[in-house]
């Protein structure tokens, strides 16, 4: 099975300060994904990376940053944390199989508070 | 455009009774279309996916979903509800491509009543 790690389950930061959310897989997956989880907004997509090194702006990059300096390891950067950065994050992982294959893995999300 | 349409917000069921979450999608070629369940705090579980191999695709905990082409749909159903079910369900649709985009529906919350 897929498993995807994330590294807190809840993390409370204040204004300001700079907060790394790490993430790791286990399937030697190519692309990950992170993404902000709020209610009523749904699931909106940060950055994903396809390769190590390699980066796309998301839907909602802003206030954002990622590092993959390794295959399996993704991570979410807030250089300086607002209150309205509050949220829900998931990071996923996904292979680039064909379509019968492929499908995205979410880890278990870490839920932030900027106070 | 793509896009998805998840039709409830809010289901309420019975235990023991069916279930149906209702998902339409717009997409300008054959799309590849997934339902995700997410438990409270927790993060998404992949239920099922479709992607053209067969119109009616079952997938975990006795839930399955048919893709109707005329209809634009993938609803979720499932025949008999039970307590551990309760949970939001995403309809989402795939951009395809090399980075395989999702695109999320607003989530259906299903309630469970013993």
């Known amino acids: 099975d897929v498993k995807v790690t994330q590294s807190s389950r809840y993390l409370v930061k204040r204004t300001g300060e700079k907060v790394f959310l790490e993430c790791v897989q286990d399937?030697?997956?190519?692309?990950m994904f992170w993404y902000r989880q709020d209610p009523g907004l749904g699931l909106r997509l940060i950055y994903f990376?396809?390769?190590?090194?390699?980066?796309e702006k998301g839907d909602i990059p802003e206030g954002y940053s990622v590092s993959r300096e390794k295959k399996e390891r993704f991570s979410l950067i807030l250089e300086s944390a607002s209150t309205n950065q509050t949220s829900m994050y998931l990071c996923?992982?996904?292979?680039?199989?064909?379509?019968?294959?492929?499908?995205?893995?979410f880890g278990p999300g870490t839920r932030l508070l900027v106070l | 455009a793509q896009s998805v349409t998840q039709l409830d917000s809010h289901v309420s069921v019975s235990e023991g009774t069916p279930v149906l979450l209702r998902c339409n999608y717009s997409?300008?070629?054959?799309?590849?279309l997934f339902w995700y369940v997410q438990h409270p705090n927790k993060g998404l579980q992949l239920l099922l996916k479709?992607?053209?191999?067969?119109?009616l695709v079952k997938g975990i905990n006795g839930f399955e979903a048919e893709f109707k082409k005329s209809e634009t749909s993938f609803h979720l159903t499932k025949p008999s509800a039970h307590m551990s079910d309760a949970a939001e369900y995403f309809c989402?649709?795939?951009?395809?491509?090399?980075?395989?985009?999702?695109?999320f529906g607003k989530g259906t919350k299903l309630s469970v009543k013993p």
């Open positions: 996923a992982s996904e292979s680039t199989g064909t379509a019968l294959t492929r499908a995205q893995y």
């Open positions: 399937m030697d997956h190519e692309n």
């Open positions: 990376s396809y390769d190590v090194k390699m980066k």
């Open positions: 997409s300008s070629y054959s799309p590849s």
């Open positions: 479709y992607t053209s191999a067969a119109t």
């Open positions: 989402v649709v795939s951009l395809g491509g090399s980075q395989g985009n999702l695109i």
